[in-house]
DNA sequence: ATTAGCACTCGAGGGGCGAGAGTGCTAACA
DNA sequence: TGTTAGCACTCTCGCCCCTCGAGTGCTAAT
């Protein structure tokens, strides 16, 4: 595999990513490499099929470039050159303004990265087990409801809503709140979990009080502790001509409302240590419906050490440069918000 | 127009709204006037044409309905039998379970649509501006912010996040939450955004505090003064038979993302007074790229009077019956979960 | 007033054909 | 030995033409 050969894979790959058609010997000789023969070209590119980069969908159309050529691009030829700074700053400033519910800052990533990409762009979000707490506020809403409003270090607020004793007034919970608070800062959700049950035993033994813990310590198991997975811009794939046809496009549709799957297909690239962003293409995925696609994804830390993913859809002929340093960008302005802006920059 | 007619009539619309092709004379004969020969039923529906109930695509096929026949179709011939009463109930449950945030109810409220019928949703939320307070609290977040939470009379749920002086604690926000709720229970949001500066005017003069009170009446007018609509269920016009090609379904799509065009829509239709259903057929709607579908809307309260829409996109051959008893269902559910429970049912 | 029969029309689908794109191979060339 | 020009070859795409079938409108019979 020679210099050139790469030059020729680099520019088949590139005008591919571009055109969306198969690419000929005479493009490549007039476009790229004006210096070299169309003739010279053919004899390179038939050995390049051989080689598994290419192939021809058939005899005299031009050559599409394989999974293969695709990783070898990103991996080696890639031109990765860094992002516009005005960009980059545009995204970091976007998400420190605003500091915010969690759900907030997911659907934001998501809506941020498929307008930037044009592409579909997936959150996930891993559980907030061991956020640290700031404060803890029980805010009477009915009855025997309150809202319960944890606001961890990082400014991010979480709220759930629980049951509480109907003989607690304002002034009650307020109490409550205080001393939650001042047993829990700087505790860990997860942490927090244990000590409820350890709380409800040392304190002075309202039932009813007991029984809002215990609720409220279910509860947050329940919606801290598992990974959720948010998707953006679908409709984008529409875009992509390979999915001109809603028949197409139906099952990859159907891929991406299935959280389940989406998420260990995540688990299972996330234990995959090493760089800070990834690339799956085509059958890399693991998932039969999306052999015409690509899956980018990098990773972002929540807290300390805590990680989640973001990532990017896009048919295995996306401009995968432009598309990574989006992630990255995206992913490290993330990371900065939901570390509390203690680390990074 | 003769009974026959009216029951051809209902046919052919019927037949189309299933199986999406041209409706033959031989076809109506066989599966719904039994009695009656498709030579007889031809000479009627060539009258039917000539009447602008229904058009032919090419001369040797069969008709398809014209807006004005699924008009008339939608007022007169429909068969509108109410909806089983166990999913009824089972829509009516889902909602009073939670009391929530309004964010989360729009958003739940929305994906219930479309989940129902398979069609594009909406839920147009009006501005909260006359939603009573219940009560108000300062949930303290970092240093400068705090998290203003309101609770309003149904149990519903807003907040914001707003500046307050950073001299003021915990102990500080709570006190000025006791007082804020102590005047403003039972005003609606609109009366506080006045009261608040008078408020400003006769309180001890603090100017961050005061500062901050201003903010959060400028807050509250941008976040509750303007009527918001969410989309849901978008992609499910792939599965349109009409929009199987994304370059077909690209327009109706760009439509559906234009916030201020459906708004607009919206609130054509809603100064129409009367029912509480309405439907607009195809060029209806006035909006050029949304001539094959159809919209039914529904109307719901929030608080005292205020109006609110629910409402289906679909294709113009859509179940209206089925259509117009989930909206009505879900409307009156949510007119009940905002208005706190104290009236219908 | 209804119906059977029939000629007619038009779209869908399939085969054949020419044009064009792109290849592989061969032979000539530096 | 590597490169290139030339050429025959292959295959798709778009086009036309044709047939088939569905569904009609009209006419004449009941």
């Given at each position: 595999m020679n210099e050139r050969k790469r030059r020729i894979l680099q520019a088949v790959v590139e005008d591919y990513i571009l055109t969306a058609m198969p690419v000929g010997s005479r493009t490549i000789s007039r476009k790229?490499?004006?210096?070299?023969s169309s003739a010279t070209i053919r004899n390179e590119m038939s050995d390049l099929e051989e080689l598994g980069y290419m192939m021809q969908p058939h005899v005299s159309a031009g050559r599409v470039p394989s999974a293969k050529a695709y990783r070898l691009y990103v991996d080696i030829?890639?031109?990765s050159g860094l992002t516009p700074i005005k960009e980059d700053e545009a995204a970091k400033d976007y998400f420190l303004q605003r500091v915010s519910h969690l759900e907030d800052v997911v659907a934001s990533t998501a809506q941020v990265l498929s307008d930037f990409t044009h592409y579909v762009s997936l959150v996930m979000m891993p559980g907030?087990?061991?956020?640290?707490?700031?404060t803890l506020h029980l805010v009477p809403v009915s009855r025997a409801m309150a809202l319960l409003v944890i606001v961890t270090d990082g400014g991010i607020i979480r709220d759930t809503m629980v049951h509480v004793a109907?003989?607690?007034?304002t002034d009650a919970l307020y109490a409550i709140s205080r001393m939650l608070t001042e047993r829990f800062t700087g505790k860990t959700l997860k942490e927090v979990r244990q000590k409820l049950r350890e709380f409800a035993a040392s304190a002075p033994a309202d039932p009813q009080v007991l029984q809002g813990i215990a609720e409220l310590s279910d509860q947050m198991d329940r919606e801290n502790a598992t990974d959720t997975i948010t998707v953006s811009g679908?409709?984008?794939?529409?875009?992509?001509p390979e999915y001109q046809e809603a028949e197409k496009a139906r099952p990859v549709l159907s891929v991406l409302e299935d959280r389940e799957r989406l998420m260990q297909f995540i688990k299972a690239v996330d234990t995959?240590?090493?760089?800070d962003v990834a690339v799956h293409i085509g059958p890399e995925t693991g998932i039969p419906e999306m052999e015409d696609c690509s899956v980018a994804l990098a990773e972002y830390t929540v807290g300390q050490g805590h990680r989640g993913a973001i990532g990017i859809i896009g048919?295995?002929?996306?401009p995968y440069a432009r598309v990574l340093n989006t992630l990255r960008l995206v992913g490290d302005a993330l990371s900065l918000v939901l570390t509390g802006g203690k680390q990074a920059e």
């Open positions: 790229y490499l004006r210096d070299v030829l890639m031109d907030q087990a061991n956020l640290r707490i700031a109907d003989s607690l007034d679908t409709h984008n794939i529409l875009n992509f995959r240590d090493g760089a048919p295995t002929r996306m």
